[in-house]
């Protein structure tokens, strides 16, 4: 195992890269890789090789070959046309480059005699000098690390502990723009493309031994070497959380997976039975991936499956105990004792029960603060879901007295703040789900700065907490 992390090293920590094939033109391939590269904050020393111009794009200079750069390169990013990579791949080779980024397409996913040949081509250059590469036909890497972003993507991730690896780029830059909407980071983020070279099996080896990595998503249209995915994906759950969307399940998907990146698919039952032996989580719906995530990046494990719910609205209530009752999660009723205290801070008809409705008491600013660490304090409660945050903010907009509305909004932050402390205090999960909210409601950005997602639905708020369960039970009862 240690090779393929000495392998990889150079593709998520290199102290110096080129692009090769980098141009003069704006809005080119290069140019916007080059921009991302440039505005991420790469720590390394970044270079242009261009054989035909010694300026291209923003005045850089360029280098006629990577043997005229001063000093090593670690890192290649090729985005010259497929029919001069393997000339390219070649002077990497020459040069002692260790690993490379081929964003350049025309390769086996054309489906193509000459693209079969092109990239077996490339491979073979790559293999006899001992240099691994990610692609062809992706959209890039980013790394934490060096503050890399080699990407074809109109978003850079914000850096934090959350792995990516994708066969597909768009569904690469969707998931790192819900990660910015769920205020989350990413550690690695890897486009695998047509897995000329580097193997999705590879990806994940090096991203479960990643200590920067604390959980990983996946995006895949098949799997070219099942068995050593299975081993890898073992080893993977064993360490970290692993999320996976399947596409190419139905047979136009299939179809359109194989025109893509030449992915062999499965049936969805053999993919389930996979994610049923490797401890991999299912994710039905990839919109729901990143929220999944957000709750493993951010909260402690559940000892088991019994969940407090308090809620502003009874009905929202009855919904989320819906979803939990599908996914055989329980709400453990409240004690006598627990009723007599919760009395003190809610009016004679509140619910009298879990879920705990509030009624038209959560306006008193120690309301919700103190029913959550009353749940939490109970030994058969095993983590909470808050529902309503942003409501009374959204309440105080209504008043015309401006004074009304500030009052509103600081509630809803100083709530933010005591459910950071009992977070730390009981070290038991905490998810909120929102009825309504303002848009950029301030309540909402406190929660998710503190550490607490929050969800647009119950559907999406049981789904990540549905994943929390059965990943730590999985551990539970696999190691």
């Known amino acids: 195992m240690s090779s393929i992390i000495e392998q990889l090293h150079p593709l998520y920590n290199a102290e110096s890269t080129a692009m090769i094939g980098l141009s003069k033109r704006f809005m080119s391939v290069g140019s916007i890789i080059a921009q991302n590269i440039i505005d991420g904050g790469y720590t390394g020393n970044f270079y242009a090789v261009n054989p035909n111009s ?84 992706c959209n890039g890497v980013s790394s934490i690390s060096v503050s890399m972003h080699a990407l074809l993507s109109p978003v850079r991730p914000d850096f934090g502990n959350v792995g990516i690896v994708t066969q597909g780029g768009s569904p690469g830059v969707a998931l790192m723009g819900w990660a910015k909407r769920y205020r989350i980071g990413v550690s690695r983020y890897t486009n695998a493309g047509n897995e000329a070279n580097i193997k999705i099996s590879e990806l994940l080896d090096y991203y479960t031994h990643d200590p920067q990595t604390k959980v990983i998503m996946m995006y895949l249209e098949g799997v070219k070497d099942g068995r050593g995915f299975m081993n890898s994906a073992k080893m993977a759950t064993k360490k970290k959380p692993l999320l996976l969307y399947k596409s190419g399940i139905s047979e136009l998907g299939k179809k359109a997976a194989m025109a893509h990146v030449g992915a062999m698919t499965s049936s969805n039952e053999i993919c389930e039975a996979v994610f049923r032996q490797t401890g991999i989580i299912q994710v039905k719906n990839i919109d729901q991936m990143v929220g999944i995530a957000a709750a493993f990046s951010t909260q402690p494990p559940p000892k088991g499956k019994k969940v407090g719910i308090l809620t502003i609205g009874g009905g929202w209530g009855v919904i989320t105990s819906d979803y939990l009752g599908a996914a055989e999660i329980q709400i453990p009723p409240l004690l006598e004792n627990e009723v007599e205290h919760l009395n003190q801070y809610l009016p004679p008809h509140w619910s009298k029960g879990n879920p705990v409705d509030t009624t038209d008491g959560a306006f008193d600013s120690r309301v919700l603060s103190e029913i959550v ?53 009981y070290q038991k999960p905490i998810l909120t789900l929102k009825i309504y909210a303002l848009e950029d409601s301030p309540a909402v950005e406190e929660l998710k700065q503190r550490g607490i997602p929050v969800y647009e639905t119950p559907q999406d708020g049981v789904a990540a907490y549905e994943s929390l369960v059965k990943y730590y039970d999985y551990q539970k009862n696999n190691l």
């Not at 990013?77 to 390219?88: D, L, N, S, Y």
Request: proline share 3%; glycine share 8%.
């Open 54 to 137: 010694e300026k291209v794009y923003n005045d850089m200079k360029a280098y006629h070959s990577l043997g005229k750069i001063p000093g090593d390169v670690d890192l290649a990013v090729i985005v010259t046309p497929a029919h001069v990579v393997a000339e390219a791949m070649q002077d990497c080779v020459d040069n002692n480059v260790r690993a490379c980024i081929l964003i350049s397409a025309g390769f086996s996913e054309v489906r193509t005699r000459e693209g079969k040949e092109l990239e077996d081509e490339i491979v073979r250059i790559a293999r006899k000098g001992k240099l691994r590469f990610t692609g062809g036909n």
């Open 373 to 425: 660490e009353t749940l939490l304090k109970k030994e058969n409660i095993d983590g909470v879901i808050l529902i309503g945050p942003g409501m009374r903010e959204a309440f105080g907009k209504i008043h015309y007295l401006p004074e009304i509305s500030e009052f509103a909004s600081q509630q809803e932050i100083q709530l933010a703040k005591e459910l950071e402390k009992l977070l730390d205090k």
